[in-house]
């Protein structure tokens, strides 16, 4: 059986006392409970009228560093497509005329297989894939869910608050 | 013959050997770079420095003949130490960009800075701006700042590819590689020293940044380009070949192959397939068909002619097994003794690997019984040698003809006489001008893609494997090789979509045809053919494709040409990648 039988196995219930098996007082109990609750500071939030910033150490959506000039850090070593468990990113490098000679021609996440684990963050010798805040992740069709560097690139400046956070944990 | 010590265990050299050939031989690694098996000794990169006893200074195990009664130590402190500092020196200036080295992954300064360094450098000062992306010959580039000075590049360029034309220039710090001046290292064997660099100073235009050395699935293969079939591996992702590389075979081509095997055979793999049996329709137009209707009236149509009629053609383009299915069908169905074959020479023997027979086969159809047919010098216009298969087209006897994959049609003259044969099935992998002259085409798997042996010139047979998969994928003895990529992905990854084409073994249309005509065959793969050769041929007795192996056999009448493979190598000399397929 592929359920845990201790929790569905009769034998093992509690035995109800005899004001339990009354019914009523343990429904009144509930709803006092509840009434108790009204009054108390409310936790949930009204997402997504209201959002969550969250805090510069949560791993959101990986994406690629822009630098200034539009062009990505990333030189296409393949070392966190190598490392990335679930196998989520494909990297296809090709030759530039800039100082650093390779550059990812594909750079494409599945993040229907990303499991936000942050290894490829981790490896990058170059800092260019990092953890955003972006937790937003919808589709409504498979091929959706596999990232360009049109969806992955996002400028420097707005990533700022990650990339301190980073250097900081590194020293 | 001396004896004598490494690291406490007695070995027995031969007179003149040294300390490192001795290593090697039983399996010890000492680190090194400059030295290569097949070059001469320069000593200059000190990375094999050992301790010998009663020697003051640490020796060069490369360039230390052993003496009786030596006593050499690779693992003391002092060796050890040694060791360390060479590497500390070795990458003071060196740029250390591996992320965009292809070299990564099979570089020995990268595995030597894991083994044998301290992990940390003290020098803080800038370090050396040199030459980058400088172009040495039309197929390297030369990275000056990873360059170690090792002077294999140079040594390989005098001693064996004859073009003494790379040199060091500058002294000191600032020394670099350069051609001498007005020069080009162009030969066809230049692509060589990329394999031998040790570092990633060497780059070939070929294959920059297709891809990482982790991200291909590697499997031994035979070069299709001319008759040496020098031993080769196949760098394979997403079901495309991304290069070829040299395998060290003593009884081959030792440690090389040449730049046109290693660039202008596999594009051939990749690009311009014949994707599924094709046949001519009313109008004369190619359509897709399946193989049992192509079978079919191939079958049909053949026995519609006298047995004179028929032109039966093997070739040498392909392994022996498909050379010696056909040549059954045409025994049983055609009363022929023996079928031809059409030679391709071209050009004259370089002297060093390439023949001027391209094909990679002509030994192998030969064995298997096939007979050679003049040759037909494609080049230069000259006047086509007297042959039997072009009198016989020209003589209009021949009005059907079935052939295996082999693009013959190239020569003018024989395209000129095809004009009267009324029937024409070939086998074919490329769109040719031959496939295109065709009533039938049946589609065939490329030498990457399947089993099968070829016989080199010198009678050395070698097997292939199957490195690129088909739609029909004959499963030989081992597990196709696969990368991570390719065994991890699903349909829904766009890395796992590399194209299958829908092609097969020659074998299996020759017995679809034979089949037809009323034999009984019943061979599943290609083994089995190989199998009966071997029982029915003196020349192959014996050999299976467990006994061939990855560095093949010669065949019976040749058996004295069998050279021992020199060293037990611990460390792959030609662009072995350390960390290849597998996970
Ligand atoms: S976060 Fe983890 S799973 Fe996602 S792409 Fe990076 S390495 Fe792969
Ligand atoms: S590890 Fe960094 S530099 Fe390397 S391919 Fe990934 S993002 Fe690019
Ligand atoms: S280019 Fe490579 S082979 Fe030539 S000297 Fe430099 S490191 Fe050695
Ligand atoms: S010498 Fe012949 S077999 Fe060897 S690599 Fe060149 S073409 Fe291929
Ligand atoms: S390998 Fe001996 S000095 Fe270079």
Not at chain 2, 117 to 142: T, W
């Amino acid at each position: 059986m592929g359920y845990n039988t201790k929790y569905n196995n009769p034998s093992t219930n509690r035995k109800l006392t005899l004001w339990e098996k009354l019914y009523l007082p343990e429904v009144i109990r509930g709803l006092l409970t509840t009434f108790k609750h009204i009054f108390r500071p409310k936790f949930t939030r009204q997402y997504p009228e209201e959002r969550w910033d969250p805090p510069a150490s949560f791993r959101g959506r990986p994406v690629l560093v822009m630098e200034e000039n539009g062009s990505e850090r990333c030189v296409a070593c393949g070392l966190c497509s190598r490392v990335c468990p679930p196998l989520a990113i494909e990297v296809r490098a090709s030759e530039t005329e800039q100082l650093k000679e390779r550059y990812p021609v594909v750079f494409e996440i599945n993040m229907l297989r990303c499991i936000f684990c942050g290894f490829c963050e981790e490896v990058c010798p170059e800092e260019a894939i990092i953890m955003s805040k972006d937790y937003e992740l919808v589709f409504r069709d498979p091929s959706e869910g596999i990232f360009g560097k049109d969806k992955l690139l996002v400028p420097k400046a707005e990533l700022k608050e990650r990339l301190d956070f980073l250097a900081e944990m590194r020293n | 013959m001396p004896k004598f010590t490494i690291d406490g265990n007695e070995y027995e050299a031969q007179a003149g050997q040294t300390i490192i050939q001795v290593a090697q031989e039983n399996g010890i690694d000492i680190p090194h770079f400059c030295w290569h098996p097949a070059l001469s000794v320069a000593g200059n990169c000190r990375m094999c420095l050992v301790e010998v006893e009663k020697t003051p200074k640490l020796q060069i195990a490369c360039g230390t003949i052993v003496t009786e009664g030596m006593v050499v130590k690779t693992l003391s402190e002092t060796a050890t130490k040694g060791r360390e500092d060479v590497m500390e020196f070795l990458l003071i200036n060196h740029p250390l960009d591996c992320p965009i080295c292809d070299e990564a992954g099979q570089c020995k300064l990268q595995d030597y800075a894991f083994d044998h360094s301290r992990g940390e450098s003290r020098f803080v000062e800038e370090k050396n701006h040199k030459d980058k992306r400088m172009p040495l010959g039309p197929q390297i580039l030369f990275d000056g700042e990873r360059c170690i000075s090792c002077s294999r590049c140079i040594r390989f360029a005098e001693e064996v590819a004859h073009q003494p034309v790379l040199t060091f220039v500058h002294r000191g710090d600032h020394v670099t590689i350069n051609a001498v001046p007005a020069e080009s290292f162009d030969n066809n064997m230049s692509m060589n020293v990329i394999d031998i660099c040790p570092v990633g100073a060497l780059t070939s235009r070929d294959f920059r940044f297709k891809a990482r050395v982790w991200d291909m699935s590697f499997t031994d293969s035979v070069c299709p380009g001319c008759s040496r079939g020098c031993s080769t591996r196949i760098g394979v992702r997403n079901n495309e070949i991304l290069r070829t590389e040299p395998r060290n075979n003593p009884n081959v081509n030792s440690y090389w192959m040449c730049d046109y095997g290693r660039v202008e055979m596999y594009p051939a793999v990749n690009e311009g397939r014949i994707d599924g049996p094709r046949m001519k329709d009313a109008a004369g137009k190619q359509q897709a068909t399946d193989y049992d209707t192509a079978a079919r009236v191939t079958a049909e149509t053949l026995k519609k002619y006298h047995k004179d009629e028929v032109l039966i053609l093997g070739s040498a383009a392909v392994p022996v097994e498909d050379n010696y299915a056909m040549l059954k069908l045409a025994r049983e169905h055609f009363g022929k003794q023996t079928i031809p074959f059409i030679s391709h020479i071209v050009g004259e023997d370089d002297r060093l690997l390439l023949k001027a027979d391209k094909t990679p086969n002509s030994m192998g159809a030969t064995l298997a019984g096939c007979v050679a047919d003049g040759h037909y010098p494609h080049v230069h216009g000259e006047k086509a040698a007297h042959t039997t298969v072009l009198e016989l087209l020209r003589s209009r006897k021949i009005k059907a003809v079935f052939a295996l994959g082999d693009n013959f049609l190239t020569d003018p003259q024989l395209l000129e006489a095809f004009e009267h044969v009324e029937f024409f099935a070939c086998h074919a992998a490329n769109e040719t001008i031959t496939s295109r002259r065709a009533d039938v085409v049946f589609s065939i798997s490329h030498w990457a893609e399947r089993d099968g042996v070829f016989v080199n010139f010198e009678g050395w047979a070698q097997s292939l494997n199957p490195a690129v998969t088909t739609n029909y994928q004959v499963r030989g003895r081992d597990q196709l090789n696969m990368s991570r990529l390719d065994r991890f992905g699903s349909p829904y990854d766009k890395w796992a979509r590399g194209h299958k084409r829908d092609a097969r073994e020659g074998w299996h249309f020759v017995q679809l045809v034979s089949n037809q005509l009323g034999s009984k065959w019943h061979y599943l793969h290609t083994e089995q053919l190989f199998e009966e050769i071997a029982a029915t041929n003196p020349e192959f007795k014996g050999m299976s494709y467990e006994s061939l192996g990855s560095l093949g056999q010669p065949i019976a009448s040749k058996h004295s040409m069998v050279k021992e493979p020199i060293y037990q190598e611990v460390y792959q000399e030609t662009g072995a990648p350390l960390m290849g397929s597998g996970n």
